[in-house]
C-alpha cells in the first residue's frame, strides 16, 4: 500500500501563486512500483480532470491544455515528495486537489488509471 498526503492548498486572489506538496508512504516495495504521479482536481458539480503527471524514472511530463505554461510539476525522488507549482492562477482553477500514484506504465491523465489516492487539499481563487 502507499500512502499520500497532500498539503499547501489555500486561498489567492487572480494571479497569485501556490505550491503543493504530496508526500509518499509506504512499503519500500510499493513505493518502486510507482511509475506515475499525477494531479487531478474536481470542482463542485464537476468529474475529476487530470492536470499533470510525471514519470517517476525518466521525469518526462505531461499537462493539461488549461494549465500548460503556467502549472509545474516536479519530484524529489529522495523525499519520495510530488510538486504542483500553480502560477497566474484564475478562477477557474478552483478546486480540491488530488496527488494520485500509479502502477500502470503510462501516465494518462486518466483517473482511472491510478491506484492510490490522497485525501485531497483545497484551492480557491478568487478574482
Known amino acids: 500500500q502507499v500512502q499520500l498526503v497532500e498539503s499547501g492548498g489555500g486561498s489567492v486572489q487572480a494571479g497569485g501563486s501556490l505550491r503543493l506538496s504530496c508526500a509518499a508512504s509506504g512499503y519500500t516495495y510499493s513505493i518502486y512500483s510507482i511509475y506515475c504521479m499525477g494531479w487531478f482536481r474536481q470542482a463542485p458539480g464537476k468529474e475529476r480532470e487530470g492536470v499533470a503527471s510525471i514519470y517517476t524514472g525518466a521525469g518526462n511530463t505531461i499537462y493539461a491544455n488549461s494549465v500548460k505554461g503556467r502549472f509545474t510539476v516536479s519530484q524529489d525522488n529522495a523525499k519520495n515528495t510530488l510538486y504542483l507549482q500553480m502560477n497566474s492562477l484564475k478562477p477557474e482553477d478552483t478546486a480540491m486537489y488530488y496527488c494520485?500514484?500509479?502502477?500502470?506504465?503510462?501516465?494518462?491523465?486518466?483517473?482511472?488509471?491510478?491506484?492510490?489516492w490522497g485525501q485531497g487539499t483545497q484551492v480557491t481563487v478568487s478574482s
Open positions: 494520485a500514484a500509479s502502477t500502470n506504465s503510462d501516465c494518462y491523465l486518466q483517473p482511472n488509471e491510478y491506484n492510490y
